[in-house]
């Protein structure tokens, strides 16, 4: 049985347009799972549902988010934040900030593990050591004394890999991970994240907006548009051959510097205008219920 | 003999530039300075598309920011159409400025909020004295594919695409000599900027335009750019014809940098 499964999971601004439409997918333990689709497709969306932390302004109005089994849309919220918070991490994307600028980084991987998981002080630094070396951070004691602005980009990314794998947590939400990094660095840190991910079989749901990544780390994806799922697809299946004509299109877009020819296409008119067609449908149907 | 080739638009010697580290500042006294740019040469010939790649702190954007006279060179010489601006203050460059425009990264940050697209686009025509102002903003947008009623709009009612084009259709208003492009679709999703780099071709052939395109992504020089210069730490490290750099590259960087880009496609090699 798959670890995650969101089944027709529905998120709309509060009194406003919908912002997810049924969406559903599975993701098994230690499987990973990308997801993908252009800037307002919901893809991020779909992440910060499943940990419980939406924006205000947005609210989940159907569907269900089973964890191991167990709908978390229907736990009181003080258990759904620790069964959530037992078994579920985030990477963000801007490293700079999801860290504290004015503590240490030591604290900050090893705080929650103190305060929330009742670990000792001892053990937590051993273990935030243990996984800084693990990321491949070449001083462990002294980064873990550093604050935040005297790392590098690509330094600050490896810390929040090694917090996000600090409880051992079953799933990762990976939120556009390297989208701020330069390609050399991206590379490395993709292959990190992989190893991680494999070593501690931890099932991974990977949001990105870049085909080329999700061919390096994923095996499954799906594609978004306008919060619809347009394709769920095994990767090697999707890129030999796109089932939708927006995934096809998507495709058929992003640059590929072995074939200048390829890429740089823009989504026909046409495709644009079918999936806004499928969008309309879907809303007028739940508007009749 | 140069009377045999293409005149060159900018000729760069020996470019050095260095910028205060604030980091290192002392409370009293000047900040230590750190060497950027550390000797470039290279030339860019009039209606040549030039693409400058490098990782970040490779200095690619401080030597873009060098051509357009937005930063002042340590060293070395610049010379644009014969003049070296290298040292000109800006009362002297002000009204050379218009020959060469820049198009930035982040499109929400160099548009105005508070204006009217028009207004954006004519305020640097009326800065530089060019008398009917209203109908070449129309003729900018026409440019760039927007239709003229988006005069009226605000930089937060466009798609990131359009605003990328508002910013395109700002420098071209000006019917400069050189355009300068900082990684300007970095932000874009992949069918917007396929659209904007379509676009950036055809007026470049259309009006042409001799272009400098700075980015980290390969892909997108290759399709753009007849030649690439590739920066490693402040250095040219190769500086070639881009299908030739993309058929045999020679530096270590840039094959490192042509192989840790991740192809659309499950079967690349990415050891």
């Not at chain 1, 769920?232 to 590929?256: E, G, M, N």
């Not at chain 2, 020996?14 to 290279?42: H, Q, W």
């Not at chain 2, 014809?241 to 993309?246: G, R």
Request: proline fraction near 6%.
């Amino acid at each position: 049985m798959s670890f995650l499964s969101i089944r027709n999971l529905s998120v709309r601004l509060k009194k406003g347009p919908p912002l997810l439409r049924r969406v559903s997918l599975e993701v098994a333990a230690g499987e990973v799972r990308g997801l993908v689709g252009e800037s307002g497709a919901g893809k991020s969306m779909i992440g910060k549902a499943v940990l419980g932390i939406l924006p205000p302004a947005v609210e989940v109005s159907g569907g269900e988010i089973l964890l191991d089994g167990v709908d978390l849309l229907r736990l009181p919220l003080a258990e759904r934040r620790r069964r959530v918070g037992a078994s579920c991490a985030l990477i963000p994307q801007d490293p700079l900030t999801a860290l504290n600028p004015s503590h240490r980084i030591g604290p900050q991987i090893t705080d929650r593990l103190v305060d929330i998981l009742g670990w000792t002080r001892a053990d937590a630094e051993a273990r935030a050591r243990a996984l800084l070396a693990e990321v491949q951070i070449p001083d462990p004691e002294r980064v873990m004394r550093s604050y935040p602005h005297e790392l590098s980009g690509g330094m600050r990314q490896r810390v929040l890999i090694a917090s996000a794998f600090a409880a051992e947590p079953k799933l990762i939400v990976a939120d556009e991970p390297t989208t701020a990094l330069d390609v050399t660095v991206q590379k490395q840190i993709l292959k990190l994240i992989k190893g991680m991910q494999e070593r501690h079989g931890t099932a991974l749901l990977f949001v990105t907006h870049d085909l080329g990544v999700v061919s390096k780390v994923c095996q499954r994806l799906s594609v978004l548009y306008a919060g619809m799922v347009a394709e769920d697809s095994a990767v090697a299946d999707f890129f030999a051959a796109p089932r939708h004509a927006y995934s096809a299109a998507l495709l058929a877009a992003t640059p590929k510097y072995t074939d200048p020819a390829a890429g740089l296409n823009p989504v026909p008119d046409a495709v644009i205008e079918a999936v806004r067609a499928e969008v309309a449908a879907f809303d007028a149907g739940a508007a009749r219920g | 003999m140069r009377g045999l080739r293409v005149a060159d638009l900018y000729t760069i010697e020996n470019l050095r530039l260095s910028l205060g580290d604030m980091t290192a500042k002392p409370l009293f006294g000047a900040a230590p300075r750190i060497e950027i740019l550390k000797g470039l040469n290279f030339t860019i010939p009039k209606g040549a598309v030039v693409g400058i790649v490098g990782g970040s702190g490779s200095g690619k954007s401080t030597l873009g920011r060098a051509l357009v006279r937005l930063l002042k060179p340590s060293g070395g010489a610049i010379r644009f159409d014969g003049a070296d601006i290298t040292h000109l203050d800006e009362a002297a460059l002000r009204p050379m400025r218009r020959r060469f425009q820049m198009i930035f990264q982040d499109p929400m940050s160099s548009l105005n909020p508070r204006h009217r697209v028009g207004t954006i686009i004519a305020e640097p025509l009326r800065l530089h004295g060019f008398d009917g102002v209203e109908a070449r903003v129309k003729r900018a947008l026409d440019h760039v594919g927007l239709p003229q009623s988006f005069a009226t709009r605000y930089p937060h009612e466009l798609s990131g695409g359009q605003r990328q084009r508002v910013g395109i259709a700002r420098a071209i208003a000006l019917e400069p000599d050189f355009i300068l492009a900082d990684e300007i679709v970095s932000g874009l999703d992949v069918s917007s900027q396929a659209q904007v780099l379509n676009l950036l071709e055809r007026l470049v052939a259309e009006l042409g335009l001799t272009l400098a395109f700075i980015s980290h992504d390969l892909s997108v020089i290759r399709r753009l750019c007849q030649r690439t210069i590739v920066l490693y730490q402040g250095l040219i490290v190769e500086d070639r014809p881009t299908a030739e750099l993309f058929a045999a590259p020679q530096a270590d960087y840039t094959r490192e940098l042509l192989e840790a880009i991740p192809l659309p496609d499950p079967g690349q090699a990415w050891g």
